[in-house]
């Protein structure tokens, strides 16, 4: 994946409803050929609105769009040659699956004989093939948005937006759709734009996201690192499940901080915010990364706790803990052999390497 030659370019784009609020603010990112990029983040926090304006359904209120090299700004839709899915399928009520895949191809003045060439090749890739002569309404959910898919790829575009395609199915057909688009991805080599606010959905198929919140990218990275490192307290939030504990840097030991906590604990951390020894910081760290009860000199960081709640789920335990003053700390330990020597109201510790936790933000609410 190569970002020379970028196939999709934002400069300096904001958008703005009423000529005051910048829904999106200095938007400056570049999207590879053959890319899937997912732009995630809560409700209104901007990534509809900037897939809408790539689209060209939004006008951008400053900076330039860039397609191949080309500003778009003024390119109107139906000529940026971009296919689209969007979560209500959008497909046409009264024509049968083959008539909608047909459509987009019709508008473009293929042939009869090779629009029916297409419609069947696209058909099979989307595992549809005997489906072609229903009606959408003949269709389950998932049936729907494959023919959804289907038809924003029949015209082989080089560019597909995707604006929560997904959100209308169930948690087991949702989780199905997602390889399927991915499979569909790595098979034709286009390039996604993908919106969401699952971020599960966004870790599974994504080769980068962007993290939205407020207009700006908090982090664009892949999914492993804004999972693994992530830049600020909002990414670690909204990301994964995250403990977080509250304190002062004591500190400073190269990329290494010290830490006392609020409780008064001493831990360390990887300094991640900027900031001198006094600097009030939020530590982010994930339930998995952490030991219950370790042997002692195993981990460097070790604090007392009490464990409040054990829920199990199958492959994992979670421990809901008291732990430096917050009694929502979260620990998952692995049931792989059958764990039994834990009890609500026991007092034990906590561990981790300080390289699993970081020394984020401060969080003041």
């Not at 958008?15 to 050929?33: E, M």
């Not at 839709?77 to 689209?84: S, W």
């Not at 029916?116 to 595992?127: F, T």
Request: net charge negative; aromatic share 6%.
């Amino acid at each position: 994946m190569s970002l020379d030659n970028p196939m999709v370019r934002f400069d300096n784009v904001q958008k703005s409803y009423d000529g005051k609020t910048l829904v999106v603010k200095n938007l400056d990112v570049d999207i590879a050929q053959g890319e899937f990029l997912t732009m995630l983040g809560p409700s209104g926090s901007g990534k509809t609105t900037s897939l809408m304006m790539l689209a060209g359904f939004e006008p951008a209120t400053h900076g330039e769009i860039y397609l191949n090299g080309k500003p778009i700004n003024n390119v109107p839709p139906n000529k940026r040659g971009i296919g689209m899915v969007f979560q209500n399928y959008a497909l046409f009520p009264h024509m049968t699956v083959a008539e909608n895949l047909a459509f987009p191809l019709k508008v473009r003045n293929v042939s009869p004989s090779e629009i029916d060439k297409k419609v069947q090749r696209i058909l099979e890739l989307v595992e549809l093939p005997e489906f072609g002569q229903r009606r959408p309404a003949q269709l389950s959910g998932g049936q729907q948005q494959r023919v959804a898919v289907a038809r924003a790829l029949v015209f082989e575009p080089e560019l597909v937006l995707m604006d929560e395609p997904l959100g209308a199915l169930d948690k087991q057909l949702r989780e199905q759709m997602q390889y399927e688009i991915k499979h569909i991805h790595e098979n034709l080599g286009v390039t996604v734009v993908y919106v969401t606010h699952d971020q599960s959905e966004a870790l599974t198929m994504s080769d980068r996201i962007a993290v939205f919140e407020d207009g700006v990218i908090q982090q664009l990275s892949s999914p492993n690192d804004l999972y693994e490192k992530p830049d600020n307290s909002f990414v670690a939030q909204f990301i994964g499940e995250n403990n977080r504990l509250s304190g002062s840097i004591t500190g400073i030991d190269g990329k290494v901080c010290h830490v006392t906590l609020d409780s008064g604990d001493q831990v360390t951390a990887e300094k991640v915010v900027d900031g001198d020894v006094g600097t009030r910081t939020t530590l982010s760290i994930r339930p998995e990364r952490i030991e219950l009860d370790p042997e002692p000199g195993t981990v460097p960081v070790n604090i007392p706790g009490k464990i409040e709640e054990l829920i199990y789920l199958g492959d994992h335990i979670r421990v809901r803990m008291s732990v430096a003053g917050t009694s929502e700390f979260i620990v998952k330990v692995r049931n792989s052999s059958g764990r039994r020597d834990l009890e609500v109201g026991q007092s034990t510790t906590v561990g981790w390497d300080p390289e699993d936790c970081r020394a984020l933000d401060e969080i003041t609410t």
